[in-house]
């Protein structure tokens, strides 16, 4: 078995921003968190877990909360892990 790393980028308006960043967190398979503003800039890089869920996640949704107040447009990029198979078939 292998794991592939992808990327997604996602462009979002500050009222859009903590909304995403949840429903991204839920699917469960999110790696790594990373939100830039307009003109690419790093604002946060949160590095997420797999077992991490309630409690552990409110101050990081706090924080993107809070930059989301900030931030007029910006992006959202997510890294997944993606395990493959190996098999010869």
Known sequence: MTTRTRFE??????DELLAKARTLLHEGNVRRLIIKNESGDTLVEVPLTVGLVGVALAPMLAAVGAIAALV??????????DDTSDSDS
């Open 9 to 14: 980028e996602f462009k979002v308006t500050g």
């Open 72 to 81: 007029t447009h910006g992006s959202i990029v997510v890294e997944h892990d």
